[in-house]
Nanobody, 123 residues
Framework: VQLQASGGGLVQAGGSLRLSCAAS????????MGWFRQAPGKEREFVAT????????YYADSVKGRFTISRDNAKNTVYLQMNSLKFEDTAVYYC?????????????????WGQGTQVTVSS
């Protein structure tokens, strides 16, 4: 599976962005998908995950109520809608795919990673 993340950019605090992650291959609907982020000088951290069928969704506490993960299996794409953005959301955002289809929070649970897209929130 190859993953291509897009949709990052520069936005003012309080604004919104929608990230997309397009996957190649026919097995997209069998993978759980996740979003992670990495700020400068910090470790990569979990943001959100969605199971293969979309029935299980988990968020990091820091984004709960502001971010929404969704997927369109017909389009082989997973999305991350980010609202009420804060300066501390600034990071490179990565999408990842997990082969068992089970939504997971751990970096090591994921088998494939995209290249990342930069999100910068100005205060």
């Amino acid at each position: 599976v190859q993953l291509q993340a897009s949709g990052g950019g520069l936005v003012q605090a309080g604004g919104s962005l929608r990230l997309s992650c397009a996957a190649s291959g026919r097995s997209f609907s069998t993978y759980a998908m996740g979003w992670f982020r990495q700020a400068p000088g910090k470790e990569r951290e979990f943001v959100a995950t969605i199971s293969d069928g979309g029935g299980w969704i988990y968020y990091a506490d820091s984004v709960k109520g502001r971010f929404t993960i969704s997927r369109d299996n017909a389009k082989n794409t997973v999305y991350l809608q980010m609202n009420s953005l804060k300066f501390e959301d600034t990071a490179v955002y990565y999408c990842a795919a997990e082969r068992t289809g089970i939504a997971a929070r751990g970096i090591k649970d994921y088998d494939y990673w995209g290249q990342g897209t930069q999100v910068t929130v100005s205060s």
